[in-house]
């Protein structure tokens, strides 16, 4: 039994969508959600930009002395992943890549995949490492959509322009003959019935984020880390700026009040 928190951490909002899946999971559990506003987006940003990044946020949530570290994150993921196993060792760090991608290998029939993302997560490469790992006659296709986080962190989702930009980006992956997309970016999924009504009912649209919740739940039980409460557990947000609009934007997409949203340095 181990009562620390479950520390979360995102460049902005979208790793809302992880940790939504991770309350309905493992409802007793406390969680800690670091989003980092003041430097969204992390897609445009250089690798080693990233893995600055993603060490100071990791080095916050370990201050706040959890047990567990979810890289909710995609960016962050390709690009940091490594070292932050490396930096921290002593914890367990869980990141959204392998999840999705075994989703998509499971749900692809003529094994052509899909992958949309940051700029960043795209030219890392790092979906087709995974997939080389299980997979060698699988094909994957990526496109990068530089404007989806921007037009989920202003709210802009049911938008007219959403959707012509999103038809300018998804219509080469319509031409490969995709049969399976994973969502490379935990911003996306608040887009994908946008996507979904795009690419069609003949496309499975892939949102790690269930997945990352399973292994999550999966690795605290192996290692004995659940908190063994009977009651529901609590639920902190931080972020590096703009509270007000995180909590506004995170209440809609939540379904739920969010009491309190803290601003911290995160230098």
């Known amino acids: 039994m181990d009562k620390r928190p479950i520390g979360i951490f995102d460049s902005g909002i979208g790793g809302l969508t992880v ?12 969680i800690v959600y670091f989003g980092d506003t003041a430097r969204v987006p992390y897609g445009t940003k250089s690798p080693q930009t990233v893995k600055k990044f993603s060490c100071s946020n990791t080095k916050f949530l370990m201050s706040q002395k959890v047990k567990i570290v979810i890289v909710a994150c995609n960016t962050a993921s390709a ?23 075994k989703l998509a290998l499971m749900c692809t029939k003529n094994k052509k995949i899909g992958v949309i993302g940051t700029e960043s997560t795209i030219s890392s490469n790092a979906y087709l490492k995974e997939i080389r790992k299980f997979k060698s006659n699988v094909s994957l296709f990526g496109q990068s959509c530089p404007l989806f986080v921007p037009l989920v962190e202003e709210g802009w989702i049911d938008r007219k322009e959403t959707l012509l930009i999103a038809k300018k980006y998804l219509t080469p992956l319509k031409r490969k003959k995709i049969d399976a997309l994973i969502l490379g970016c ?12 795009i690419m069609g009912k003949g496309v499975a649209v892939i949102d790690s984020a269930r997945a990352v919740a399973e292994k999550c739940k999966k690795v605290l039980e192996e290692k004995g880390l659940f908190n063994g409460k009977k009651r529901n557990g609590w639920h902190k947000f931080f972020v590096s700026d703009n509270p007000l609009r995180f909590k506004r934007a995170g209440q809609k997409f939540l379904g739920r009040k969010i009491d309190k949203v803290a601003q911290i340095d995160i230098g």
Do not use: N, Q, W
């Not at 940790?19 to 406390?30: G, H, Q, S, T």
């Not at 690009?79 to 991608?101: C, D, Y």
């Open 19 to 30: 940790a939504k899946e991770i309350f309905a999971c493992l409802p007793r559990e406390d």
């Open 186 to 197: 935990t911003h996306y999924p608040m887009l994908k019935s946008v996507i979904k009504k």
């Open 79 to 101: 690009t940091s992943f490594g070292k932050l196993r490396a930096e921290f060792p002593s914890i367990p760090i869980i990141g959204v890549i392998g999840p999705a991608v």
